[in-house]
């Protein structure tokens, strides 16, 4: 099978973005400020790249309350899953088949 | 374009968010060390000024509330390093001490802990003064056998080994007290200077 690198998905090209999908890979759901001080973002950086992998459906948005302070939590889809899952494969064997060239 | 280089950045990248997220890793192993000082220095004074050595389950010593304010006190102490050098260690490695990961690292730890201290005060409060060295071992085992997953992997022998001191101890009290400073004393100094010489020059 021939891989290229138009596999990878578009969604995963920033490294925020990454990011936010490997730290709700192993977290069941963060809150939007967890998120914030893994990845040392501005507020406004982190809410873009959130709103873009939601819009591909990978990511879960859950607004609620706590304490009367309004609290939003990310979680991964199964669709995210499956996409992030894949994009680590691709990665792995780019990197695999350069090495062996 | 991006190149191959950039591919195992992004690997790199995938693989250290995934452990910052889900393990707190600014302990420091001074703090094992000083809190093995702690416990020995507590266990001597116990020993030599109040005399205090349980030999069988119920047991009395007139200096018992002395000897429960040391171990309160050799708590606060081990507590209070611990907190100071992991803060030290988090801001040297530009990490807040207070995130996700480190909350939930405390209440897995937390939980175990409070349920063995009340545990500990109501047997105590019945005289069963002996159980002390024994429960305590046990429960800080329990406590670090579970917080182990939020933080260092290694935290789960430490865990293992209380455990087990704390068993062995609750069948020979006599070797109580000797056994409990060998666990919290001589156990955290070796495990805390391998713990710092591995992780802490990051």
């Known amino acids: 099978m021939k891989i290229s690198i138009d596999d990878l998905h578009k969604a995963f090209e920033s490294r925020v973005r990454l990011g936010i999908m490997s730290a709700l890979a192993v977290n069941d759901s963060l809150d939007f400020t967890s998120l914030r001080e893994y990845l040392d973002v501005t507020d406004g ?36 899953k499956k996409a992030f899952e894949e994009h680590l494969n691709v990665l792995e064997q780019i990197i695999n088949s350069q090495k062996s060239e | 374009m991006k190149e191959e280089q950039d591919y195992i950045q ?57 000897v429960i304010f040391l171990a309160v006190l050799v708590l606060i102490l081990a507590i209070g390093t611990a907190v100071f050098l992991s803060w030290k260690k988090a801001h040297k ?39 002390l060295a024994p429960l305590t071992l046990l429960f800080y085992g329990l406590a670090v056998y579970n917080a182990s997953n939020f933080t260092y992997g290694e935290m789960k022998f430490l865990g293992l080994i209380q455990i087990g001191l704390g068993l062995i101890s609750s069948y020979f009290i006599v070797y109580g007290l000797l056994l409990w400073a060998l666990g919290f004393g001589v156990v955290h100094i070796f495990y805390g200077t391998y713990m710092h010489f591995k992780y802490d020059g990051e």
């Open chain 2, 93 to 131: 490695r530009g990490e807040k001490i207070w995130n996700a990961t480190s909350r939930r690292l405390l209440i897995n730890m937390t939980i175990p802990l409070l349920a063995g201290g009340f545990l500990i005060f109501i047997l105590l409060a019945k005289g069963f003064v002996g159980l």
């Open chain 2, 10 to 66: 992004d690997i790199a990248e995938i693989r250290s968010m995934m452990e910052r997220s889900t393990k707190f890793l600014s302990l420091s192993g001074w703090a094992g060390v000083m809190a093995g000082i702690y416990a020995l220095a507590g266990a001597w004074i116990a020993y030599h000024f109040y005399s205090f050595n349980p030999n069988k389950i119920v047991y009395t010593s007139p200096d018992l509330s002395r």
């Open chain 1, 45 to 80: 950086n982190l809410a873009t790249h959130l709103k873009k992998l939601e819009k591909e459906k990978f990511i879960r948005v859950d607004k609620s309350f706590i304490n009367n302070k309004p609290n939003t939590s990310y979680s991964m889809t199964p669709e995210g």
